[in-house]
């Protein structure tokens, strides 16, 4: 096998089956890539999706899953809101060769994708994550580098997880079990959306979708059994809910929300600390949080036990014009958020 035998292609969605297969023997690959999961996404927020692969003889050796647009004539990439995950995926290479030619093969196949998307797009956003040891190729053509951070429970790490809680949740946690609660499946979608709402506006910030896409999103996840949804109620009235994806041995937390006019602060945490318990019964090993930039947000996600996820969003820009005019719009649309 030699990089020149390599070859660059496009999956059509009668492809995709081939992808699957490809990306649950990867070193990095996650639910977030899978074809169900990109339908999802190209479904509720009316985005074209390609896959693009490294093969050889019909073997993946390397992928990637991209969001195209398209304005004043140029194609570029981002990637659309809650896929936490979208990195270039490399395949595990045979393991009978030496460590340092299956390396080599990676570096390779990850210059491949990196070289067309560069042809393609005059400007690429994605992400960096574990799996990946080698990536000198995007350094020496200047990609660029943000370090970005989520938070994760380990929840095998420790017989006792109640005793890795921060002592004043563990207090609360204790005082909600006293109320007339009950946790149960969600269904109704718009709860969630209003419980979310609440929580994004108690820290200054806006939804960070409308209700409709919410709506349509939330309920193409669930059509297609890719997310499971709890609530949280006390005397009948929902005061928390929380929407996870699992994926192997490990579950995201993807939306989640509390009832602050209710004056019920515990309920978001009780509803997380069950379903620590939950997953860990079930045998997952990592539950996810992930965000980790919002101090205050972080601030409670640490006292459940979390712990620091270094990952990288990496950015290709064609010069440096192009740079600068994504840096101003970036500024413009996270000032957006922020409630006035």
């Not at 960070?208 to 669930?222: D, K, M, Q, S």
């Not at 036990?305 to 500024?331: H, M, P, S, W």
């Amino acid at each position: 096998m030699t990089s020149n035998s390599f070859k660059i292609e496009y999956l059509v969605p009668e492809q995709y089956s081939r992808w699957d297969a490809f990306l649950s023997e990867s070193a990095n690959g996650t639910v977030f890539q899978s074809s169900a999961y990109i339908k999802s996404v190209s479904g509720s927020f009316q985005r074209e999706v390609k896959i693009l692969t490294v093969s050889y003889q019909d073997q993946i050796l390397g992928g990637t899953v991209l969001f195209p647009r398209k304005k004043w004539g140029q194609s570029y990439v981002t990637t659309p809101f809650f896929i936490p995950y979208n990195s270039y995926i490399i395949g595990i290479f045979d393991s009978s060769r030496n460590d340092r030619r299956r390396s080599r093969y990676q570096s390779e196949v990850l210059d491949l994708m990196r070289a067309e998307l560069e042809r393609q797009y005059v400007f690429i956003q994605m992400d960096l994550t574990a799996g990946i040891t080698d990536f000198r190729c995007l350094v020496w053509k200047n990609w660029k580098f943000t370090p970005a951070f989520n938070i994760i429970i380990d929840l095998q790490k420790e017989s006792d997880l109640f005793g890795q809680i921060r002592r004043n949740q563990k207090r609360d946690i204790r005082s909600f079990e006293k109320q007339d609660y009950t946790v149960k499946p969600g269904h109704d979608v718009k709860v969630l959306f209003q419980l979310m709402q609440q929580s994004y506006q108690h820290h200054g910030l806006r939804p960070p979708l409308e209700e409709i896409i919410f709506e349509t999103f939330v309920h193409n996840l669930l059509e297609h059994q890719l997310a499971d949804y709890f609530i949280v109620e006390v005397k009948e009235q929902p005061v928390a809910g929380l929407l996870t994806i699992q994926d192997k041995e490990r579950v995201y937390a993807l939306f989640a929300g509390k009832d602050f006019q209710g004056n019920w602060s515990e309920a978001e945490l009780y509803l997380h600390w069950y379903l620590m318990q939950y997953y860990r019964d079930k045998g997952v090993k990592i539950f996810d949080l992930l965000g980790g930039m919002v101090d205050s947000i972080a601030h409670f996600k640490f006292g459940l036990g979390g712990t620091l996820l270094r990952y990288d969003q990496i950015y290709f820009f064609r010069n440096y014009l192009l740079e600068v005019l994504f840096k101003a719009l970036k500024k413009s649309q996270e000032s957006k958020r922020l409630m006035e």
